[in-house]
Nanobody
């Protein structure tokens, strides 16, 4: 069983920045593919960014150039640095883990474990 705990959400003005963190349990974090998803009120959960076990990152078009995903295997933590935030980025942000040595994972069903989510609100 892998437990994921997100932190770092909050209220920020448009144009501002936030860094989300996701701390994972388990001794083999370095072999996990990790992803960030978000869900806005009344909308389906959508992919935001992912990072493979081999440190390859990829992004949704809507956040490319503004968000950066990274991982620190020594700390069992994945980060999402969000810059130039827009009101449409407002959502609950979830991190997810695929415990296989996986690469490109942009779909929800490809992940084995999920965190509880952290709220990000961007005011205009």
């Amino acid at each position: 069983q892998v437990q994921l705990v997100e932190s770092g959400g909050g209220l920020v003005q448009a144009g501002g920045s936030l860094r989300l963190s996701c701390s994972a349990s388990g001794r083999t974090f370095s072999s996990y593919a990790m992803g960030w998803f978000r869900q806005a009120p009344g909308k389906e959960r959508e992919f935001v960014a992912g990072i493979s076990w081999s440190d390859n990152s990829y992004y949704a078009d809507s956040v490319k150039g503004r968000f950066t995903i990274s991982r620190d295997n020594a700390k069992n933590t994945v980060y999402l640095q969000m810059s130039s935030l827009k009101p449409e980025d407002t959502a609950v942000y979830y991190c997810a883990a695929d415990v296989g040595r996986s690469g490109y994972r942009p779909r929800m069903y490809e992940y084995d474990y999920w965190g509880q989510g952290t709220q990000v609100t961007v005011s205009s």
